[in-house]
């Protein structure tokens, strides 16, 4: 939840980010695909829903590199709701009341419980959108702190608005509020980073999502293998090749950055992947360079990870390099990496050519909105969730919800449609996840 | 089905209409009341769904005096499509994709069955927009028609569209389309006014809504009788007394317009309403004249109505006035009335001050929208939607779903949250005469 951006303005000339030219091609071929498959798409996600209900809400990260559009990161506690377009909360009420209805269909009130120790005023801002949304589709809300504070926080909002955490405490079985609430349900937006939270553990509330899903029971490669399997699943049914759409992964058992265990197995499979990579690239006449990713398999926000060109950029690492990779989040110590096919951003906005990378919200299995991450630094192979990383968000102006089977697959309307497709499949992996990990989605944590 | 409207433009000063100001002040009471216990009355909604599932779909009117404001119609096989407002078709998405997990999970491809020989091109426009709607939310879909036709009709519409109508036969316990197609669900837009269609009785398809809930099985009365008592059980939730937003009904036994029998009942039930809501006006000071609106019990579409004042009004009809009484649409004998206290509809758009009156359309449980009925030649006693009646659609600028308690209880947001809590109410009271007549939503007919 270090989503930091900087308050840097976008010029007005910016609109909506634009591929660059040279990969609108083979784009075309999968926006194209997805549009004239768009039945036999939404049908296949139905059933999928039927059987695998959706996490409560989630957000996905894309890359666009023309031929390739795929998921790199899938949050399942998110923040950056303050960053979507407003016209569309509507959709946001409704989808709301969807996934209250799956997950905990008596509440009442509310209690979102976000991130320790944050007064990120980004963060703080997401999660103050997130109590309007609950209150508008009619839940009475409250934010709780977990961290120990005597008395209610206010915080000022860059947006004018006031937030208050409130002191919560465990009462029994349950969690109350200091003002007397006693909220129904629990809305969880704390990944867990840190591991599970005695006052959340054995509460008679409903915890949505459940802890189970926390970072501290998660695994990236477990999220991506599900993934895979899923996108070869549906292409198979619209005959395109999964690679379009499938970052490749590889998996490197345990490492120990700072005791330098596991370097020479990181090493092997960095170059694997590279190979792979450009084995692909070569018979698509792709002329990039390939590059892969390389990020703790739990835990996310931009710590811990690393890109690489080739295998000496894994070898001797300096210690500052492994000091960096050898801590996550919350202090938490990496011993597992996730290795992950590179994919290029070549989506740019504005004649400065900014790049710019779409971030999907999903609430139960509608999407409701997103934004681009418009980075006016960063190259395009550059993580752009990594700390420090500035970004102006650009709500996106259309629902990703509606194809446009008549407009040019490259409008904006069928582009957002297709980011819709790919990041329903990144949530559909983690309702398999989340099937795998506590065996259903609405039951107590 | 046979709203008809002229071509009409409203004038460039018209925007949203406006309560007279007389009335503003027990109107701001409703409102008021309406969003300060919006949570309350969410959460009341959300207990009713649970345990009364939402027909699949459903318009009503409203009628807004400013003193009053309720529903004088519910139609369950809704036209007008066509009159909503495109910004909030993702909305209509979602809407659609809930309503089929609720009524027919596994449905793919479904074939809406319109009103039968109708040419009304604005019907038709509501039917396209229909078939468009549920193929943005992934159905493959067609529209089939119940008449004799030997081959694909194709319309061409003012829009530009063009419409096919399909032939369809029965193989079988199936409905099967001329082009091969084999839908899974049947979309019914034909409200059965004239009885039940036998191509549609008995088959595997599951049919949405059940034929049941036709016109040929429903009574207005027991509609509105339902709806009184889920208005009294609301209003007592907060504090509000329920006829601010209830019509009074009564029933009136067997009625025969053209043989004369009930007319002395009719009488007598007339003067009653009246003086019921004489009382009403005198303990309210409110300086209005009371009016009754007698309509069909059965049916529809705004023949057979008529208003009255006094009990003169329905005593010594003259030939022409018994005759128009004794049919409805279809020519169906009416042999049935509901006497209905009549609503003033105090809205006004423009300098011109025409009257317009509300149109709400709900999917499932969700408010996807509505327009204003905006009448260029009528008066506010009379009824907008009869034969002839020519009004110019003004869609809602805003969906019906997000009260903003920070704003004026008269500001367009809360006025329309506040339609939908109405419209809700009428929705809960059909969902009722659902159970009450087919014993649940999701059965095949």
Known sequence: ??????????????????????????????????????????????????????????????????????????????????????????????????????????????????????????????????????????????IGSLDEIGEPQHFELPSGRTLVQHPICRVGRRIEVDDGFSPCTIVLNNDLSGGREELLEDIEQTVVPPTGLGWWNRSKFNHFSHYQALARELCERIDLDPWHLSPMILDCGQIDFMKREGEACLERKVGEMLDAIQAKYDALEIKEKPFVVIKADAGTYGMGVMMAQSTEDVVGLNRKQRTRMAASKDGRGINRVLIQEGIYSFEQLGSNGHVAEPVLYMIDRHVVGGFYRVHTKKGQSENLNSPGAEFVPLPFTQPCVLPAPDASPDSD?????????????ALLAAAREQQDLIGGPSEPA
């Open 1 to 142: 939840m270090t989503d930091k951006h900087s308050a840097l303005q976008l010029d007005d000339d910016a609109q909506t980010p634009e591929l660059a030219a040279t990969y609108c091609g083979p784009l075309l071929m999968i926006e194209s695909h997805i549009i004239d498959n768009r039945r036999q798409i939404e049908a296949w996600f139905r059933e999928q829903w039927r059987h695998t209900p959706a996490p409560f809400y989630a957000s996905v990260d894309l890359r666009n590199a023309g031929y390739k559009l795929g998921p790199v990161d899938t949050n399942l506690f998110p923040a950056g709701f303050n960053n979507l377009n407003h016209s569309f909360d509507p959709l946001v009420v409704h989808a709301i009341q969807s996934a209250v209805e799956h997950a905990c269909p008596e509440a009442r009130g509310m209690l979102i419980i976000p991130e320790r120790h944050t007064r990120n005023r980004y963060y703080l801002e997401s999660v103050a959108t997130m109590a309007e949304l609950f209150e508008m589709a009619g839940f009475e809300t409250r």
């Open 413 to 425: 309307q069928n582009r957002l449609y297709c980011y819709g497709v790919v990041a329903r499949l």
